[in-house]
């Protein structure tokens, strides 16, 4: 079992930037990929980022390619979201996520961290 706990989210102006973080115990930390994910009020959860175990490799989705950045720290067993150059439809709770290497999906979640982004 891993626990995760997102922290940083709240409001801030359009252009802003905010550092989201994700805490994980229970379980060896750099064993999971680890991956962020939103819900835009009355919307779907959509991906975010994703960052491999080793931190070899990230992935973005479009909407946020360039703006934000995914990163972890292994020792700290934290994963960190930075974001740039926030606009309006960034809006959303961002929740944290675990999986096992080799596994497919996400098996643990966060309770989620709430960004607003004013216009």
């Known amino acids: 079992q891993v626990q995760l706990e997102e ?27 680890m991956g962020w994910f939103r819900q835009p009020p009355g919307k779907e959860r959509e991906f975010v980022a994703a960052i491999t175990r080793s931190a070899s490799s990230t992935s973005y989705a479009d909407s ?3 703006r934000f950045t995914i990163s ?4 700290k067993n934290t994963v960190y979201l930075q974001m740039n ?11 944290c996520a ?8 996400y098996q643990y979640w966060g309770q989620g961290t709430q960004v607003s982004v004013s216009s």
Do not use: H
């Open 85 to 95: 150059s926030l606009k309006p439809e960034d809006t959303a709770v961002y929740y």
């Open 98 to 105: 675990a999986r096992f290497y080799g596994v497919a999906d």
């Open 7 to 33: 922290s940083g989210g709240g409001l801030v102006q359009t252009g802003g930037s905010l550092r989201l973080f994700c805490a994980a115990s229970g379980r060896t930390f750099s064993n999971y990929n």
């Open 72 to 75: 972890r720290d292994n020792a």
């Open 64 to 66: 946020v390619k360039g």
